[in-house]
């Protein structure tokens, strides 16, 4: 079994920040890309940032700037730091990892984290 934990979401003003945590734990034999999503009430879900192992990053055009993906691979943890958060920043927050685990890898979800920017 592999778990993907996140943490870190809340309630902050406009302009404030925050800072997600994601911990993946399991039967893990390595990890790929990691990466966060968003889902606001009545839209599709959305990729904000991603990470490959070598940390390369890619951002959506609307984070980028104010939002900063990282990872530690010894602790098998990305993090989303998010600055100059607003309103339309507001959704659930999704952690994903491609993981093998024996010979292919698939991908996995954390059970999301609430963001709320308030105007």
């Known amino acids: 079994q592999v778990q993907l934990v996140e943490s870190g979401g809340g309630l902050v003003q406009a302009g404030g920040s925050l800072r997600l945590s994601c911990a993946a734990s399991?039967?893990?034999?390595?990890?790929?890309?990691m990466g966060w999503y968003r889902q606001a009430p009545g839209k599709q879900r959305e990729l904000v940032a991603d990470?490959?192992?070598?940390?390369?990053?890619n951002y959506a055009d609307s984070v980028k700037g104010r939002f900063t993906i990282s990872r530690d691979n010894a602790k098998n943890t990305v993090y989303l730091q998010m600055n100059s958060l607003k309103p339309e920043d507001t959704a659930v927050y999704y952690c994903?990892?491609?993981?093998?685990?024996?010979?292919?890898?698939?991908?996995?979800w954390g059970q999301g984290a609430q963001v709320t920017v308030s105007s």
């Open positions: 994903n990892a491609r993981i093998r685990r024996l010979l292919t890898y698939d991908d996995y």
């Open positions: 399991g039967s893990i034999f390595s990890i790929n890309t």
């Open positions: 990470i490959t192992t070598g940390e390369r990053t």
